[in-house]
């Protein structure tokens, strides 16, 4: 039995490491921060895509994930990576391998950073190590220089800083985005269902200039947008020659792929970039209800950020990030406020001091690059509403280095140094 009180993260992405940093040096010498996560390494997503495409970027995005390079000699604190938690229970997580002689980890709090799913590149496949992942992205370079008709599906940011990484690493390949919406990203339309009953979380909606201003940008760069259009993704079954038979990545050969409307566009390389899934698998393990519908089953929070749920298992537990239904933008900046919010209640429930409403600022930013040179930000000002930024106001923030430098690197504060590889030339 472990002699302290251990305060359980898992996940060691951006809102897990925004917590462990809140805490470390306010929390007393009885506690214990634990930092838990399935990859023995870290990996930045905000550049995966670029390092998809451009050869040498698979070595800026990736980290080193252990205790030396989190927490700093002398604290009581601990990574456990690579290792997974594989089930919740009442004080209690349950590891996929021991940990200090046990699977069972008796906790204090804990929270639940476990972020959302994607497939490669945003992510590495599970159980992947960071040669594999690297290893990975090059064979996804590979697949895009041998490529020469491009079909993205799904105009959301993904898709369109994916279209802008290709765009500009090679100025002459066809590249084609198709979005079902009338623009591209999440604008409010006419034709969207809003719901209004039950638990459910939504995205925040982009203004239509924001998606218009898009929308010029990828026209200047010869990228075609077809919207109010979905392509039709094969399930199964014999295909015709000639047609697109489901598989995503490279095709052999081109392929021509079918629309909603019966149209076909021709491809022999296929992207999927339709949203993120929440990682929320441990809850609904436990209760179904405490999951709300939207960007797949997020896990219900209360105005504290403690899971919402009528079963006392999951009482001392906290959700935040990608896999909450927190309010507000999914991105980096957001699951760091998430972080903060929920280290300022668990340092309350340790001081005995009431917890605080979790609100998110006001001010937010967000930002969609289309390679190095061009995009456009969104800011969200008090009273003032959503601002869309020029470029030339943005280009030093994200463009050149995607924050590898200013919000991944600075997430290590251990006593072993972590640098970023240099920027490819």
């Not at 009442?90 to 996929?96: A, D, F, G, K, Q």
């Not at 699977?103 to 639940?112: A, D, I, T």
């Not at 010029?216 to 039709?232: A, T, W």
């Not at 489901?246 to 390389?269: C, H, N, P, W, Y």
Request: glycine share 10%; hydrophobic share 40%; net charge positive.
């Amino acid at each position: 039995m472990s002699q302290y009180k251990n305060i359980v993260i898992i996940g060691a992405s951006c809102a897990g490491s925004t917590v462990a940093n809140k805490l470390v040096g306010e929390v007393p010498k009885s506690h214990r921060i634990l930092l838990i996560d399935a990859f023995g390494f870290s990996f930045w997503p905000p550049a995966s895509l670029r390092a998809s495409v451009v050869p040498g970027w698979e070595d800026r995005i990736v980290a080193p994930l252990r205790t030396s390079t989190v927490f700093q000699a002398d604290t009581q604190h601990q990574v456990i990576a690579p290792n997974r938690v594989v089930e919740l229970r009442e004080n209690v997580v349950i590891l996929e391998k021991p940990f200090e002689g046990s699977r069972e980890l008796p906790f204090f709090r804990c929270v639940l950073a476990t972020g959302s799913i994607q497939h490669l590149p945003m992510r590495p496949t599970p159980g992947f190590t960071e040669a594999e992942y690297k290893s990975a992205l090059r064979k996804a370079q590979e697949e895009v220089r041998l490529a020469t008709k491009i079909v993205i599906v799904g105009g959301g940011p993904v898709g369109l800083e994916y279209s802008g990484e290709i765009r500009q690493r090679f100025p002459n390949k066809e590249i084609t985005i198709v979005h079902p919406l009338e623009h591209v990203l999440n604008p409010p339309t006419t034709s969207q269902h809003t719901r209004t009953v039950g638990l459910t979380y939504s995205p925040p909606h982009t203004p239509v200039k924001f998606s218009k201003n898009l929308e010029g940008q990828l026209k200047s760069l010869n990228i075609k947008v077809i919207l109010n259009e979905k392509v039709e993704i094969p399930t199964g079954g014999d295909t015709i020659p000639g047609e697109w038979d489901g598989k995503f990545g490279l095709q052999d050969g081109i392929k021509k792929v079918q629309l909603s409307s019966g149209r076909t566009i021709e491809a022999d390389f296929v992207f999927l970039s339709v949203g993120n899934k929440a990682e929320s698998s441990l809850v609904a393990n436990i209760d179904e209800k405490a999951l709300v519908n939207g960007m797949g089953e997020m896990i219900a929070v209360d105005q504290y950020l403690k899971v919402k749920s009528t079963n006392p298992i999951l009482k001392k537990y906290y959700a935040i990030g990608d896999a909450a239904a927190s309010k507000g933008w999914k991105t980096a900046q957001g699951a760091g406020m998430d972080g903060d919010g929920a280290a300022a209640n668990i340092l309350a429930e340790i001081r005995g001091k009431p917890l605080k409403v979790h609100v998110r600022p006001t001010i937010h930013g967000y930002i969609v690059t289309l390679g190095t040179k061009v995009g456009v930000g969104l800011l969200t000002l008090p009273l003032l509403g959503d601002t869309v930024m020029p470029w030339a106001m943005l280009k030093n923030m994200k463009g050149p280095a995607l924050l590898v430098d200013d919000l991944f690197i600075t997430r290590f504060k251990g006593s072993e140094k972590v640098t970023a590889a240099p920027i490819p030339a």
